[in-house]
């Protein structure tokens, strides 16, 4: 069975799945990272709502990607979890 990177790179070889995929990326970025975050520190959903206020509701959606947070909302994420919000602009050439 293939892994999801797996996948994704024989997908990625498809030029109208790359450019589909190059307009999500940023938000599916943001994705995995609230969600590697919840994970890394060992949280659930329901315990990251506790810390933050948050309903686990909202996080349910934020994490399946049918919200999208505003600053305030990730900077309310990275507090619960005791980590600091860096957002970035890298230039292309650097990727």
């Given at each position: 069975?293939?892994?999801?990177?797996?996948?994704l790179?024989?997908q990625?070889?498809?030029?109208?799945?790359?450019k589909?995929?190059?307009?999500i990326?940023?938000?599916?970025?943001?994705?995995?990272?609230?969600?590697?975050?919840?994970?890394?520190?060992?949280?659930?959903?329901?315990?990251?709502?506790?810390?933050?206020?948050?309903?686990?509701a909202?996080?349910?959606?934020l994490?399946?990607?049918?919200?999208?947070p505003?600053?305030?909302?990730?900077?309310?994420?990275?507090?619960?979890?005791?980590?600091?919000?860096?957002?970035?602009?890298?230039?292309?050439?650097?990727?």
């Amino acid at each position: 069975m293939k892994t999801l990177n797996e996948f994704l790179d024989q997908q990625m070889q498809d030029p109208e799945f790359k450019k589909e995929y190059e307009k999500i990326r940023p938000e599916m970025d943001i994705i995995r990272a609230i969600v590697d975050a919840r994970v890394s520190n060992n949280l659930t959903q329901k315990e990251l709502a506790d810390r933050t206020g948050i309903n686990q509701a909202d996080i349910s959606k934020l994490e399946n990607g049918t919200r999208n947070p505003s600053l305030r909302l990730l900077q309310r994420l990275a507090d619960g979890m005791d980590m600091v919000l860096k957002i970035e602009f890298i230039p292309k050439s650097k990727i």
